[in-house]
């Protein structure tokens, strides 16, 4: 297994062309990973190519979207099967893919979550989470974290709390951040355990200091995952959401980006607190691919809802027929506990990083297939500026050496990675010998 830099190929014309239209004709907004963009054309696993022929390894699977690799034959069979029989009606009409999903969701979910809305993306996903929670309530309020992130409409933007991704002020009123359970930059300059874990309990503050005193609901990803993986320490969400209660709120569990196995050993991440939640949504992973995206709650919060309601395509059979299978492969061959095993050969190879490059490598993070690292100046000397030179230069050598990964963070200095939950240890131990190289190359300490 060779590590060594790749010489790649000469750029193709269609590689050339696709960069500058793409740029002509695509809102600049549009961010693109790299100095030069790939132009990605066909995958199949854990590999992926571009148009000029570049073979990489991908262990970041579309923004942990492909959940059991490119072009899997089963799914890709049911695909083909629904839309030679039946590719859309809209939910005017039920449909035996819509019909199953939803049956199954009912049954993996944890608690009484029974009763499911199906859309295309977890922005929607997490609006009808939302406009569940105030109906059932009464209340308008909601409680949502610092360093979230719940996607592009109005009220998903205001949900958010990271600027660099915010391009208008919040335009939803009744929204509250309270703090991050972010340990390593804890907002209080407090540390984990000696804490008490007070930001969840700061949350009390929030809702007597700054709502009318009783709110609708609090809404939070297992892991923030646009906030670089940050990762809750385990009382927090029982804290947390013991207090949303107590004024009247219900909890709604952000499951985007962590269902379906992704945290190891668990379907949901929610499942590692060992609390139950009131609405979940979900959405990526949930069909290796194609856009759909679910909100399911409670039998009582569900019937709230007493307005008509649709969705053009949400629920479409094509996708659904995609989920069923990718859900009914991660359960029969255990990807729940292959996302621990690798996750655990993962994360035992970040903290090696961790020792051997201590100024830089200040924090690593996670659970199962998603795992993080954070670049800060010197950790050593207790500076934790971010490193985002040092970042960027580690990203472009990882491309080099046929290894994606992702990049998020408040200040843009978190790797992430999380690889297809069909990922394997030679897989696992390829990605770390690159990463090891490229951390070296970028002049890591």
């Known amino acids: 297994m060779s590590t060594e830099t790749k010489a790649p190929t000469p750029t193709t014309a269609l590689s050339r062309e696709t960069r500058e239209k793409h740029k002509e004709y695509i809102l600049p907004a549009t961010i693109l990973y790299y100095q030069e963009p790939l132009v990605l054309t066909e995958g199949k696993g854990l590999r992926i190519q571009d148009a000029d022929g570049n073979e990489y390894l991908d262990f970041f699977g579309g923004i942990l979207t492909v959940s059991i690799g490119y072009a899997d034959e089963r799914v890709n069979a049911a695909i083909v099967g629904q839309i030679s029989r039946l590719s859309h009606v809209s939910t005017l009409y039920p449909t035996l893919p819509v019909v199953q999903l939803a049956e ?54 205001s949900l958010t709390a990271v600027s ?18 972010y340990c390593y930059r804890c907002p209080l300059k407090l540390t984990y355990p000696s804490c008490g874990v007070a930001c969840a309990k700061d949350i009390e503050e929030l809702i007597r200091t700054t709502t009318s005193g009783r709110v609708a609901g609090f809404l939070a990803e297992t892991i923030q995952g646009v906030g670089g993986f940050i990762t809750p320490p385990k009382e927090y969400f029982e804290i947390a959401v013991g207090i949303v209660k107590k004024y009247g709120g219900v909890f709604i569990c952000d499951e985007v980006q962590t269902g379906f196995g992704r945290t190891g050993g668990k379907m949901w991440g929610i499942e590692h607190y060992g609390v139950e939640p009131d609405i979940m949504t979900m959405a990526k992973g949930i069909a290796n691919g194609l856009p759909l995206g679910a909100c399911i709650a409670t039998p009582e ?24 299978a990718t859900i009914g492969i991660i359960e029969e061959e255990g990807l729940a506990g292959n996302a621990e095993r690798m996750g655990k050969i993962l994360r035992d190879g970040f903290e090696e990083l961790k020792r051997r490059y201590p100024k830089n490598v200040g924090d690593v993070r996670g659970m199962g297939l998603m795992q993080a ?10 500076n934790r500026a971010p490193a985002n ?7 472009e050598e990882t491309k080099k050496r046929g290894l994606l990964v992702g990049k998020s963070g408040l200040f843009g200095n978190v790797f992430r990675v999380a690889p297809a939950l069909t990922v394997g240890r030679s897989d696992v131990e390829e990605a770390l010998a690159i990463i090891r190289e490229s951390f070296e190359a970028a002049g890591a300490r």
């Open 104 to 157: 199954t969701l009912a049954r993996i979910t944890p608690g009484r979550l029974r009763q499911s809305f199906l859309a295309t993306s977890g922005t929607e996903a997490d609006e009808t989470a939302v406009m569940l929670a105030q109906l059932h309530t009464g209340s308008t309020e909601i409680i949502a974290l610092r360093h979230g992130y719940s996607g592009r409409s109005m009220l998903a933007q």
């Open 164 to 181: 660099t991704w915010k391009p208008l002020p919040a335009q939803v009123p009744g929204i509250k951040h309270a703090l991050s359970p």
């Open 301 to 324: 919060i569900a019937a709230s809802l007493k307005a008509l309601t649709i969705s053009t395509f949400g629920g479409n059979p094509v996708a659904c027929a995609a989920a069923n």
């Open 373 to 382: 690292i954070e670049l800060v100046e010197d950790e050593t000397a207790g």
């Open 389 to 395: 030179a040092l970042t960027n230069r580690v990203f």
